[in-house]
């Protein structure tokens, strides 16, 4: 009987555990939390995103990007699916391929999978933080290192895996925040702080645009939150990793365009000439948000809709249509969904997430060099790699 060790109980470690166990191994997972699965938990809000129907290549970045083209075709969506339905997980696809445990809750994504470890006898090491992995290979036939990165903190993120990588000469590709809010360099945001809609936003790299998504912006005593913005923040994260220019543009009223905008506002000026500039767009985004933007263009609130002339009105839509701010920062790693760069994927063998460096190591999700869109992708990635380092490790056929 074949000994794997296994470091991090989070879904990459846990899947790969089952897997392993379920094939005739004897597990031993190593986590130094007081307990696993603990970015399962709060996925989602919740609910945890378990993965994606909708699963490509092109929805994860890398320096290697194709790399993921194996793994998701072995272990994708179906495959997924099959089995968690073989384990009593039953799973809920929404519209846009985003997928759910029917239950809602990440706490049943969890329950099942911890439970069905014990039933598989897997032997759980907690509150166990490894620091000799070459020891550990001498103990046990094949180590997998499911450590995750250095995003979110609190939950115990951090370097651990990548450190076990240098020891064996593995190439390390830069790290940075994704799936994050963004700093914005001005005053305004903190001043609309909790206010909220759904716009669309337009990410600027050295001042041309790159990428354009809908969705609710939430701004904050730091600047912007938020799906609109964390679905761009991959981008962000990088360039400001590089030192480029990144600004963001937020149109206010996507369903609007500038002469339908404008004309809107020169009519109700017109046929309500005693409102305030400021209830005009209190019609149309929240006052919090109105306020500041007047503020903004140097135009008092109060003043009466009566001053509203043609130029006023189109200055206005303009700065509706196409708010313009400077990114300073990501919120960090702490704040951090997830994070990219990582182990450089160009050491590691493809279809089964061996080390190309030291036999019987392998590395799984996301301690290596790959991080995916919002909307399961990084889950599904979690699931897939597991299964490879499990199938190459006990033979799964």
């Known amino acids: 009987m074949k000994k794997v060790a296994i470091i991090g109980g989070g879904a990459s470690g846990l899947f790969s555990a089952i897997l392993c166990a379920k094939n ?21 809000n919740g609910r945890c995103n378990i993965s994606n129907k909708n699963l490509s290549p092109n929805d994860f970045f890398g320096q290697n990007p194709a790399f993921v083209a194996f793994g998701l075709g072995e272990f ?23 997928a759910y445990p029917l239950s809602n809750e990440a706490k049943s994504v969890a329950k099942i999978f911890e439970e069905v470890a014990k039933i598989l006898g897997v032997h759980f090491h907690l509150e166990s933080k490894i620091t ?40 390390l590709i830069p790290t940075y925040p994704s799936l994050v809010q963004l700093h914005i360099n001005s005053p305004l945001p903190n001043k609309m702080s ?45 360039a400001l990793m590089n ?35 400021l209830e005009i767009l209190a019609g149309l985004i929240p006052l919090k948000i109105g306020q500041v933007l007047l503020e903004s263009l140097e135009i008092n609130p ?26 300073s920062d990501t919120h960090g790693f702490r704040h951090a969904e997830v994070s990219g760069g990582g182990v450089d994927t160009l050491e590691i063998n493809p279809k089964t997430m061996e080390s190309l460096k030291q036999k019987n190591l392998y590395f799984c999700g996301e301690v290596l060099d790959v991080v995916g869109r919002r909307g399961g992708y990084n889950f599904a990635w979690a699931w897939a790699s597991a299964y490879l380092a499990a199938k190459d490790i006990t033979k799964i056929r």
């Open 24 to 44: 005739g191994a004897e597990v031993h997972l190593f986590e130094q939390n007081a307990r696993c699965s603990k970015k399962i938990l709060v996925s989602g």
């Open 76 to 98: 994708g969506f179906a495959a997924f699916e099959k089995f968690v339905n073989s384990l009593g997980l039953i799973l809920e696809t929404k519209e846009d391929g985003r």
């Open 132 to 171: 000799d992995i070459k020891k550990l290979l001498t103990e046990y036939d094949s180590v997998i290192v499911a450590t995750g990165s250095e995003a979110a903190s609190h939950l115990g993120g951090n370097a651990d895996g990548y450190n076990f990588a240098k020891e064996f000469g593995h190439t």
């Open 194 to 238: 909790g206010a909220k809609l759904n716009a669309e936003v337009t990410l600027l790299l050295n001042h041309k645009k790159v990428s354009r998504v809908f969705g609710d912006v939430l701004f904050t005593n730091y600047g912007v939150s938020g799906f609109a913005i964390l679905d761009i923040s991959q981008m962000a994260s990088v």
């Open 243 to 277: 030192y480029e220019a990144v600004d963001i543009s937020i149109n206010l009223l996507p369903t609007y365009n500038m002469q339908l905008l404008s004309a809107h506002i020169a009519k109700v000026a017109l046929n309500v000439p005693e409102l305030s500039i």
């Open 302 to 327: 109060n003043s009466k809709a009566e001053n509203i002339h043609t130029k006023l009105a189109k200055k206005i839509a303009n700065a509706l249509l196409n708010w313009r701010f400077e990114v």
